[in-house]
């Protein structure tokens, strides 16, 4: 397809971006009907979903500022530039300073402009075994199983490429495509590995287990976040009752404590241009801040757990011992592997190839994934007795566009390890203290361990030895004696111990429960407990991590909740 048509935009947006974004309001008005604040998947689905509604007004405020002011955000290929500038929230992880982990810490980053972070995400699309939503509706999230959910994910997916899966809906908002529609060299050499280990070839939309294409948010080599899909194409027909605001930090939620039906939300307090600022909500505040900053706002508001509001002198409004615990995150091991192989040249430049074509290098990421149940027993998150059957480990296998290395990286899905995010002060603008906690528990090390064994088993197929493949490890940790496969456990504990990566899928921080669950912060229709008129729509909900990256299960969340909120305010959309 030729992308002439969409000229206008690469030069203006793609090439030297906008500064002016016509959807953006410099100041609200006084009181709205619903606030949502932050504008990634969760809460830009929202307030569209909200906005379908005659007669109410929604303010939609982002701490960041408009994601046109950074045009690497619209190209896929340079999402890895967009760390640590100032769309990124630059969050680190205090540092570890316990066995296995010697001073360490982990950068997490986030994103700080329009869209959150699915403006600066690497575009992966994946929902997740079935098996984690039962976990889910299993743990007490009631209503939230596979069954419940997947009309949810088949209503924010619009499949746009040939031969796509049947499961993927086709008349969402969120437009997606595939990667490996025309197998590279690499593609057929990782999957013919695969084949020899007794790893089929699937789509993991289909059936999670074995090598897959990679679906992603990506549409004609343009990058689908929250705000391309969910508001620019519905706010000029909106923009009397959808207002969004950027530059606005909230620093709480204004709750009256004094309410005859208890504590109630009615409005936020944000930090813009060095001022503070208030506004109301008549119905609902709807915090969509992300694992780390919506219990940050939790906590500033009063909600969290008794003590550690009083030593900060915050006065208690709801004691909610989960605000920020129960961090959940994918740790994952990596390696790099030369071959002897080479991709034919390329017919133009990248940077032609996507300018005509909208494809290309520049377009896509040349990713395979391969889904791995291991034979290890007891690493299920689900409460329930019954076996779930959710894989272990995700494998990413990238290649180069000039090959010939490649990246193995394993990912793992479900953590024992359970970390923490508390307040560093009562200043919005001091960042929480995170403490993961990763590898506390000793069965993710064995999992982590059992993924670099997997590695070894790809390195003896004879696809890998045809290729020439050999696996380059870091000189650190006795590698000379641990050239060869196989290593000695002591060498992987000590690589996973000094290498090992944060993954960016936080989650967990106050999430879905049973009123029985002493941890739990929302009921199972998103409400934080005890606090009426206040709901959280976002990745901290999760009860357990999913088996993937978590973009499309917030959107997921998203869709539902805004379903949840009309059918509690009684709202008739058009």
């Not at 640590?84 to 402009?113: C, H, L, N, V």
């Not at 984690?132 to 009309?151: I, L, M």
């Not at 679906?215 to 959808?242: C, D, V, W």
């Not at 006065?315 to 011992?321: A, C, F, G, Q, R």
Request: hydrophobic share 35%; with cysteine.
């Amino acid at each position: 397809m030729s992308f002439l048509p969409n000229l206008f935009l690469i030069l203006s947006v793609l090439l030297i971006g906008l500064n002016f974004d016509p959807i953006v309001r410099q100041e609200p008005d006084a009181v709205y009907d619903f606030i949502v604040v932050g504008s990634g998947p969760g809460g830009a689905t929202v307030a569209s979903r909200l906005s379908e509604i005659p007669d109410v007004k929604i303010l939609l405020l982002e701490a960041g500022e408009s994601d046109l002011n950074d045009p690497r955000i619209q190209i896929p290929a340079r999402a890895n530039e967009l760390d640590q500038t100032d769309i990124d929230w630059k969050y680190e992880t205090e540092a570890i300073s316990r066995p296995p982990f010697s001073d360490r810490s982990f950068q997490m980053p986030r994103g700080k402009t329009l869209g959150g972070t699915s403006s600066i995400n690497y575009n992966v699309y994946m929902r997740g075994s079935p098996h984690d939503f039962d976990s889910w509706k299993d743990s007490g999230a009631v209503g939230w199983g596979w069954s419940n959910v997947e009309p949810y994910f088949r209503k924010v997916e619009n499949a746009t490429m040939d031969g796509m899966s049947a499961k993927l809906g086709r008349n969402g908002n969120l437009k997606l495509s595939r990667n490996h529609n025309k197998p590279s060299v690499a593609w057929t050499f990782i999957k013919n590995a695969a084949s020899e280990l007794g790893i089929k070839t699937t789509d993991y939309n289909d059936d999670m287990l074995g090598i897959s294409p990679v679906t992603f948010t990506i549409h004609e080599g343009i990058r689908q976040n929250s705000m391309t899909a969910y508001i620019r194409p519905i706010h000029k027909e909106r923009q009397n009752r959808l207002h969004i605001v950027t530059g606005a930090l909230v620093s709480k939620v204004l709750i009256d404590n004094d309410s005859p039906f208890g504590p109630k939300a009615y409005g936020v307090e944000y930090l813009k241009n060095g001022k503070y600022h208030t506004v109301r909500a008549r119905k609902e505040v709807i915090i969509s801040a992300g694992a780390i900053g919506t219990p940050q706002i939790l906590l500033l508001s009063g909600i969290g757990p008794k003590n550690d509001l009083q030593d900060l002198e915050i006065p208690v409004i709801k004691d909610l011992p989960g605000v920020g615990s129960n961090l959940e995150n994918h740790l994952s091991i990596n390696a790099n592997f030369m071959t002897n192989l080479t991709n034919p040249p390329p017919e133009m430049k990248p940077v032609v190839q996507y300018i005509l074509n909208g494809n290309g290098s520049m377009s896509m990421f040349p990713y395979s994934a391969v889904f791995v149940k291991l034979p290890l027993n007891d690493t299920s998150t689900s409460l329930n007795a019954r076996r779930r059957l959710f894989p272990d480990i995700l494998l990413f296998v990238q290649e180069s566009p000039a090959l010939p290395t490649l990246l193995y990286l394993a990912m793992l899905l479900h953590p024992k390890s359970k970390g923490k995010v508390t307040l560093r002060s009562k200043d919005i603008q001091d960042y929480p203290v995170i403490s993961p906690n990763y590898l506390e528990h000793g069965d993710d090390l064995q999992v982590l361990k059992e993924a670099y064994r997997l590695m070894e088993k790809f390195e003896r197929t004879a696809a890998f030895q045809k290729a020439g493949a050999r696996v380059m490890m870091p000189s650190i940790c006795n590698v000379t004696e641990n050239k060869y496969a196989p290593r000695s456990d002591r060498f992987y504990n000590c690589l996973i111990w000094e290498t090992s990566g944060s993954e960016h899928h936080q989650c967990c921080t106050a999430k879905m429960g049973s009123s029985s669950d002493e941890y739990a912060v929302v009921d199972s229709k998103l409400r934080v407990i005890g606090v009426k008129g206040l709901r959280v729509v976002d990745a901290s909900v999760f009860p357990h991590q999913t088996s993937s990256n978590t973009q499309a299960s917030v959107y997921m969340v998203a869709e539902k909740a805004a379903d949840l909120i009309k059918q509690t305010w009684q709202l008739r959309t058009l």
